[in-house]
């Protein structure tokens, strides 16, 4: 399929330097480009939140005030 892309002249001067040396062509570098490009995408794990907990039993529902739980979070900070 033919597409057009644009890319920046440094970098189209660079591959066309990369393709000369290495004989083959400005596309099957593309090409290989984002073979790999896609590869690695596919290959990269989802992010997970990993599950975490604490003992206790948190606050209890008479605490649910902002001041009360901000007391609790410095509690012991010097604040």
Excluded: C, H
Excluded at 5 to 32: F, M, S, Y
């Amino acid at each position: 399929m033919k597409t057009t892309v644009e890319i920046p002249n440094g970098l189209l001067a660079d591959a066309r330097r990369v393709a000369r040396r290495e004989q083959t062509t400005v596309r099957a570098l593309i090409e290989e480009g984002l073979r790999k490009v896609l590869l690695a995408r596919e290959q990269q794990a989802d992010f997970r939140l990993r599950k975490v907990s604490f003992r206790g039993e948190g606050l209890a529902a008479g605490d649910a005030s902002w001041e009360r739980i901000r007391e609790l979070a410095y509690e012991g900070r010097g604040g």
